[in-house]
């Protein structure tokens, strides 16, 4: 094992960098206009055309393979558009069919390959999981003028296609030639499939193009930086799932590069800051948190007594003693009630702030009853609002 | 020949002449005729499946057309695509798209930006300003994935004033929005028409059409009539647009009485 840095992985991080950055903001695009599966079925429909580039051209030059591959791939988004159009089939079984047909075809085109005396076998296995290990100087370039050529095309028609993402009839209504955009963007779909063809394998390259993007999204609502955060998150899962790759014998690049990308995915999905579950639990929690101590002051100013015993859980409340005994707690930490005699009293601040949640609700009922038609408008009220608006109390 | 009848002097505002338009060999519309002279608020009523929104998508050029001329101002669309403005319906966009408020107000102004270039300090300004007029300067900085279906639709509105266009295509503006959001499109729709612009707007609702267009056309696949609210939207127009079907006949009974009151 050897964990320093040679010319030739310098060379092969390099590349995988730059494929997973052009990969990520393609890919941010892919997944925007729902075309995820687009990258999957267009990788899967390759393998057929780099078998026949092999056949014909006869030796394993790798930009005549890529050119096959190329070829091949855009038959096969052809073929869904086509069975799209021309057949009543949906989207999604046009893409199954052309996605298994496409690549069934290419392994047994495979397995013949490997039937031939002296045929390199190997050789073209390794697009199907991916390797990095032979990448050469000349494939290095092909790699830079491409996925640079991409960062440039976006960089340069950024706001066409955030509006032909958005909306594509609107972009037509404007004038813009909205579906050569599109087709544009389709393109760059394609090349980013094909050039990560070596790297990332067949059946894993559509992952590379979505998860960076998808994973991106939980962090950011705009489209400027979900495209550098998804870039970022395509650079990392590309050279840390290469660089690992080239240090353990005999493991593929594309499972290790998709493996650091479902590693970032997974950290986005609890923790990202725009719908991470951890972030959502956190809201609904300080929602309900809020809803019960409420709904425990108008409680108190409505009884007789003005208190409730420790150990008493009002039955309308449904809560387990636990939960109950902690609003009780927050309450008084925040000075709304107090402890007395075994029970909780309001504060005197408390008393004034359950008068406000009773007029509150009183009025938002009554609201709701003569202006139904205004509920959405109704139900963005709260406590905080009542308060900024002078609510008028009983 | 469009726009070669009577009062030839000046071109008529829109001229939708003889259009076809078929899905795979099936017609959608049939031999189209719709001429606008004047400034209106015209309403496009018609069944499910009559072709309203194709009939807008044809004018736009979004839909192929088998046959038909359509011309602006006397001139082609492409001469024109910026005094035309567009609101698509609001259920054909992903609203969990990553924009604010402000970048889908901002897309109105593209058109007039050309290639290459970003909306600037202009542009942004004047996108606050539509914004103000359809009443949600303050939301601008949200994004559009919070928005309720009327706020969703008043941003749309304001997307299509920042194009600051003459004529104005909407489908289905008030479809699902709430009555805050009835009230804000109707006044806007108003006031367009007070400075001089002509809307066409795809409406379902019978019952509100006397009180919102000053002109209607009623489609089922022909152009069944074209004219004043006043004069066309007839119980007998009615009939003829939407065939006998009870549950229209008992609404077009509410819709002429609604109109009879009004002075």
Redesign the interface.
């Known amino acids: 094992m050897n964990l320093g840095f040679t010319y030739n992985t310098m060379l092969v991080l390099a590349g995988v960098a730059l494929l997973g950055g052009a990969a990520g903001v393609i890919g941010c695009f892919a997944v ?1 206009r ?1 075309r995820s599966l687009t990258g999957d079925a267009l990788a899967h429909a390759a393998l057929p055309g780099l078998c026949l580039s092999y056949f014909i051209v006869g030796e394993r030059n790798r930009h005549s393979l890529l050119l096959g591959a190329f070829l091949s791939g855009i038959a096969g988004v052809g073929a869904i558009s086509a069975l799209r159009r021309w057949t009543r089939l949906k989207e999604d079984a046009a893409i199954a069919i052309v996605l298994s047909v496409f690549f069934g075809l290419g392994i047994v085109l495979l397995s013949v390959i490997s039937r031939i005396p002296g045929g390199p076998r190997a050789g073209l296995e390794s697009f199907i999981l991916g390797k990095t290990a032979g990448m050469t100087r000349d494939d290095l370039g092909l790699i830079t003028i491409l996925a640079l050529g991409t960062l440039a095309i976006v960089v ?5 296609f ?2 032909i ?3 594509l ?2 972009a ?5 030639p909205a579906r050569s955009l599109d087709f544009l963007l389709q393109m760059l779909l394609v090349v980013a499939v094909i050039v990560g063809l070596p790297a990332v394998g067949v059946v894993l390259i559509a992952a590379l193009l979505v998860i960076p993007g998808a994973a991106a ?1 939980f962090w ?4 400027g930086t ?1 495209l550098f955060l998804s870039a970022l998150f395509g650079v990392f899962a590309g050279v840390t799932g290469a660089w690992v790759s080239a240090n353990l014998e005999r493991v593929p690049t594309g499972p290790l590069v998709i493996v650091f990308a479902s590693l970032v995915f997974l950290i986005s999905l609890v923790f990202g800051s725009r719908r991470g579950l951890l972030g959502q639990w956190l809201q609904q929690r300080t929602y309900r948190r809020r809803f019960e101590q409420e709904r425990l002051l108008a409680m108190l100013l409505e009884r007789e007594t003005g208190m409730i015993w420790i150990n008493e859980i009002p039955r309308p409340f449904g809560w387990t003693k636990r939960r109950f005994r902690r609003t009780m707690d927050q309450g008084v930490k925040e000075r709304l009630l107090e402890y007395r005699d075994g029970g909780v009293i309001l504060s005197h601040e408390g008393t004034a702030r359950a008068a406000l949640v009773v007029a509150m609700r009183r009025s938002w009922r009554e609201l709701l009853q003569t202006h139904p ?2 509920a ?2 109704l139900l963005r009220l709260d406590l905080s609002s009542a308060d900024a608006m002078d609510f008028p109390l009983p | 020949m469009p726009g070669a009848d009577s009062n030839a002097m000046s071109p008529a505002l829109l001229d939708i002449h003889d259009v076809t338009v078929a899905y795979q060999r099936r017609p959608v519309l049939w031999d189209v005729d719709l001429t606008i002279r004047e400034p209106c608020l015209l309403g496009l009523i018609g069944p499910n499946g009559a072709g309203k929104s194709t009939l807008i ?1 044809t004018a ?3 839909t192929p057309r088998v046959s038909g001329a359509i011309r602006y101002f006397g001139k082609t669309l ?1 001469e024109v ?2 005094r ?1 403005g ?1 609101v ?1 319906q609001r259920e ?3 609203w969990d ?4 408020v402000l ?2 107000v901002l ?1 109105g102004t ?2 007039r ?1 050309g ?5 600037g300090a202009k542009e942004k300004a004047a996108a606050r300003e539509c914004l103000d007029m359809v009443g949600m300067r303050a939301m601008a900085h949200q ?1 559009i ?1 919070q928005l ?3 706020q969703q639709q008043r941003t749309f509105l304001a ?1 299509a004033l920042a ?1 600051d266009a003459d004529l104005y ?1 909407m489908d289905e503006p008030f479809a699902g929005v ?3 959001t009835e009230r804000a499109i109707f006044s806007i729709l108003g006031d367009l028409r007070d400075r001089g612009k002509t809307v066409i707007v795809v409406h379902h609702e019978l019952r509100s059409v006397p009180q919102f267009f000053d002109q209607v056309a009623l489609l089922n696949v022909r152009l069944v009539a074209q004219g004043a609210t006043a004069t066309t939207f007839t119980e007998d127009n009615l009939l003829k647009t939407y065939g006998g079907r009870l549950s229209i006949l008992d609404a077009v009974g509410q819709a002429v009485q609604a109109q009879e009151p009004t002075p």
């Open positions: 925007l729902r340069l028609f950024y706001k066409e955030k509006l993402t958005f909306d009839e609107f037509g209504a404007q004038g813009w999204r950011t609502q705009r489209l979900l038609q205004e959405p408008a | 998508k736009l050029d979004l492409a695509r910026q035309i567009y698509p054909s966009v992903d798209f990553p924009v604010s970048d889908v897309m593209y058109g930006l290639w290459f270039r970003r909306p994004q994935g309720s279906g009327g997307r194009q295509f709430d009555a805050a």
